[in-house]
């Protein structure tokens, strides 16, 4: 059984910085399955940020790109997100998953940022930015 736990999410102003952590366990982290991370703001659906196949290469929201990165530590099993810049848009709860599995006949190292090509799922960490 995989299991996500994110962590590092709060309360920032604008410009601020956070670094979102995913700690997986039951879980391969050197295959080279993707894991990514979400977000789902309140009336609004869950939406792709970035995800990263097991060799490193990755896939960012092109409205993201330059100020979220994603990595992860396959030794430590650990997914992350670091997020610079923040804007009040940015709050939402933000969401690790992986995939472990083919789905529609894309394999599992597919960097892609459809939910619906993830296997497991964590519960969430709120990340609010104010103005």
């Known amino acids: 059984q995989v299991t996500l736990v994110e962590s590092g999410g709060g309360s920032v102003q604008a410009g601020e910085s956070l670094r979102l952590s995913c700690a997986a366990s039951g879980y391969d982290s050197n295959s080279n399955c993707a894991m990514g991370w979400f977000r789902q703001a309140p009336g609004k659906e869950r939406e792709g940020i970035a995800s990263i196949r097991g060799d490193g290469f990755t896939n960012v929201e092109r409205s993201l790109e330059g100020r979220f990165t994603i990595s992860r530590d396959n030794a430590r099993n650990t997914l992350y997100l670091q997020m610079n810049n923040l804007k009040p848009e940015d709050t939402a709860m933000y969401y690790c998953?992986?995939?472990?599995?083919?789905?529609?006949?894309?394999?599992?190292?597919?960097?892609?940022?459809?939910?619906?090509?993830?296997?497991?799922w964590g519960q969430g960490t709120q990340v609010t930015v104010s103005s």
């Open positions: 998953a992986v995939r472990t599995s083919e789905r529609w006949n894309i394999g599992c190292a597919a960097a892609t940022l459809a939910t619906g090509l993830y296997d497991y």
